[in-house]
């Protein structure tokens, strides 16, 4: 792993460092300095002696000002090498069983429905893959500050550890309480592990082509999105659920021990002791409490299609032996939305391009989902939604790293992380409630879908706004 020599650094809490300032840059005319200073501190960066506003701000700093610590400078990041790349492709593993397996939650609420807990009701039994999905994100509160104290040195082999048994206990569970204990908590808490090392680690080895780098990580959730649910309906027939869930187990000891090897953080570990407002620090920043109210809202309907569509589909009449490949549908169209957005962001702005797949999530919901009754439209939303909604999934923790100190990342991103998951975690229970009150009918839930999304790209616009107003520039 390269050197970073940090212990030479001043560490200031009560100061945001800006990881992008690159002080050689060209000099600006006073009425940009005088924005910079009004608008926000130490918040710029140059590249290819051009003023980018991506973060809001231009090249110049003020006298006596510190610069990025070691490591931390633009120049000091990768992009790029074999060690950088071995992070990506451990981090795209990660991510095929982890959120792959949250991908087609759908096939796991099928079969509930149908099978053991036949007994309750869909809302009833999304609270299992809704659990699941809020402690893989939610708990990386902890986990981050874990990643942040040891990197990923202890954190991933236990994770693996905790992830694949918590399948292994799912094969033997058949009550509710229990499939709320092994795949919702222990497969929740094992994932978020993993899933917290995969993330945090990419970041620190890219600077330019984080988005990108970011997104490719993202897409190994789609490839498993498409894997794992044409598996599990083949297998489940052939040879039970029990034995299904023990080959995902498998597959997940596999992924995840591979990417022991070859996922770490560029940085070394800064042990410090835990101080509470290391956590509340960052919602004095308005452009973080927006980002982080907008993720609750965008998480609060995200993942309805992803529970819904196959049950809605099957309500719809679509033909029995398409309902299987719905949801692969949807995460391979979700492969380039997760990749083609992260190149796009690295170019206009992370910013910009967060807040138009977001709309676009939430358009395309109630354009097309609601009025659409055909399987041509079903087919149709499922394979759009899954390149948009992939956008904001890979985007959001480079959105989170371009306005955070990276030696504090695991920390910021777990805090945005944990709120949003709050969304994730009522979102699909209270979506269940909607067609249970509606007596089965899925309008409900597609309008709460499409506006929660929206309501997101709302405040996106304006955490946009705080940095550089309406202004026609990349952030």
Known sequence: MPASDTGSSTIHPDRDFDISTDSDGPAVDSSDEKFVEETFKQVSFTENAKTDLEKGGDDSASEGQPGPPPGLNPADFPDGGLDAWLVVFGGSLILFCSF?????????????????????????????????????????????????????RWILPIGTIVYALGLMLLSLSTKYYQIILTQGIICGVGGAAVFNCASNSTITWFFRYRA????????????????????????IPMIGFPWTVRILGFIALFCCGVACFT??????????????????????????????????????????????????AQQQGVNPTLIPYILPIVNAVSIPGRIIPGILADKVGRFNTMIMVAGLSGIITLALWIPGTTTGATLAYGAIYGFTSGGFISLAPAVIAQISDLREIGARSGALLFIASLGALTGSPLGGAIVTAQHGEYLGLKLFNGLTILVGAIFLVIARAVQVKFRLVKI
Not at 118 to 145: A, E, P, V
């Open 263 to 312: 996922v770490k953080s560029r940085l070394p570990p800064r042990p410090t002791p835990f101080h509470f407002m290391q956590l509340v620090r960052p919602f004095k920043e308005a452009r973080f409490a927006l980002v982080v109210v907008a993720s609750f809202f965008v998480f609060w309907g995200l993942y309805l299609p992803f529970n819904y569509l196959n049950i809605q």
């Open 100 to 152: 792959g397996l949250i991908n087609c939650s759908g096939v796991f609420v099928e079969y509930y429905v149908n099978g053991p807990l036949s007994d309750y009701t869909s809302s009833d039994i999304t609270w299992i893959t809704s659990l699941q999905t809020f402690l893989i994100t939610g708990s990386n509160l902890i986990m981050g500050r874990i990643f942040d104290s040891y990197g990923t």
């Open 212 to 235: 990108a780098a970011l997104g490719i990580v993202v897409a190994g959730s789609s490839i498993g999105g498409i894997v794992l649910p044409i598996l599990m309906s083949h297998l």
